[in-house]
Nanobody
């Protein structure tokens, strides 16, 4: 059973930073693609960043490239999303997701989801 548990959301001012964590079960972490998505009220869910923790490339959406970064802790099966230079438009519920697609950049093929964590960026 795929297990994805997010944490680390909160409120921050414009320009601030947050780090989100996604703790996965060991099988999912080692075999599946993993990614972060976000969904703001009234908007579609958007793929933000993806990676295969076994050593593949990382993928970022244009909206976060240069500001957000993925990292991982193999000892705890945890994927992190470091978010710097936060903007009000980054406010959303952030979801950790997993996929067994061939390419981790195929954001439309993620089928396993965590419960989400809220990020709010204020002026």
């Amino acid at each position: 059973q795929v297990q994805l548990v997010e944490s680390g959301g909160g409120s921050v001012q414009v320009g601030g930073s947050l780090r989100l964590s996604c703790a996965a079960d060991s099988y999912t972490y080692s075999v599946y693609c993993m990614a972060w998505f976000r969904q703001a009220p009234g908007k579609e869910r958007e793929g933000v960043a993806g990676i295969w923790t076994g050593g593949g490339r990382t993928f970022y959406s244009d909206s976060v490239k240069g500001r957000f970064a993925l990292s991982q802790d193999d000892a705890t099966n945890t994927l992190y999303l470091q978010m710097n230079g936060l903007k009000p438009e980054d406010s959303a519920v952030y979801y950790c997701a997993a996929s067994h697609a061939d390419s981790c950049s195929r954001f439309n093929q993620y089928t396993y989801w965590g419960q989400g964590t809220q990020v709010t960026v204020s002026l």
